[in-house]
């Protein structure tokens, strides 16, 4: 791998990326606002960068992810930000869920600097980012997207340049959209069978091989019978990505009925303070309306 790559925000997501490219024989250079994070990359073999712009000069290849547009801004744009220390033809590949025309304005701003940007949201939960084997949706420059392709087969299986920029956040909303719908029937249905007597672990048995089956279904059903909700993907970033939707959606005079249901659902559960749940525990908002709970 010949460029220098820099990773800035390691989550659930970002960690488990920036170790596979540490595997894959990328020269690292990690910064999390956390520095703790960075601790267990540093000790195989990753250089820890004190500041973002210090993390800029040093690599040529920069990614990015962190929860949502204002950060994006900030880390970008701040005093001491990655725009002050980016080298002449840097690319910054952002991998934050984020507004698509914040992003438009982001590759605009970068571009008067003679920086390069791919907007290239990831889907596939940490256990996606940890294997490998993330979908990445990406936009930007044909030859920019050329020049990320080796590292984003590093960290994704499925990697499609959908577009200019700001393509590829709006497939990644266009795929929250979808997550969204599928973990609100995933809830609506376990406590349907639940309600109605069924050996959960049998029905999801009888059902995943069918048309009922879904990447969901297999994932996350399993979860929410044992009452398991440890995040593949937090509510609070569930509702956020929504949130983006539902702004979209208004801008471009669309209907986003189940979006909006979901929506409210997740944004219910983050006022009893369950935010850093994951989003399969959507099924809790329903449990509370009917005072009933799956697998009990």
Request: net charge negative; aromatic share 4%.
């Amino acid at each position: 791998m010949k460029e220098h790559v820099g990773f800035a925000g390691l989550g659930i997501m970002g960690s488990g990326m920036a170790r596979n490219l540490l595997k894959a024989g990328a020269d690292l250079t990690v910064w999390n606002r956390t520095p703790s994070k960075t601790t267990a990359l540093i000790a195989d073999g990753a250089s820890a960068a004190p500041d973002l712009a210090s993390l800029a000069r040093e690599a040529t290849i920069l990614f990015l992810c962190v929860s949502d547009t204002p950060d994006v801004e900030s880390v970008l744009f701040r005093e001491g930000g990655l725009a002050d220390g980016a080298r002449e033809n840097a690319l910054v590949v952002d991998c934050s869920t984020i507004s698509p025309s914040a992003t438009k304005r982001f590759a605009e701003r970068l571009s008067s600097r003679r920086v390069h940007l791919l907007d290239a949201p990831i889907s596939g939960g940490s256990e996606g980012a940890a294997n490998g084997t993330l979908s990445i949706m990406v936009g930007g420059e044909a030859d920019q997207f050329e020049r990320a392709l080796p590292y984003l087969r590093v960290v994704g299986s499925k990697i499609t340049h959908v577009g200019d920029h700001g393509a590829g956040q709006m497939t990644k909303l266009v795929n929250q959209i979808l997550v969204a719908g599928s973990m609100l029937s995933l809830g609506e249905a376990l406590l349907f069978a639940q309600a109605g007597g069924l050996d959960l672990e049998k029905t999801l048995e009888a059902v995943s091989g069918g048309a009922a089956g879904s990447w969901t279904l297999t994932n996350r059903g399993p979860q929410v019978i044992k009452r398991d909700w440890s995040p593949g993907f937090m509510i609070d970033l569930q509702e956020k990505d929504l949130r983006l939707v539902l702004q979209e959606a208004d801008e471009l005079e669309v209907p986003a009925l189940g979006s909006s249901i979901a929506f409210h659902l997740y944004r219910s559960l983050q006022r009893r303070g369950l935010g850093s749940e994951g989003n399969h525990a959507l099924v809790r908002a329903l449990e509370f309306m009917s005072d009933l709970e799956v697998g009990s």
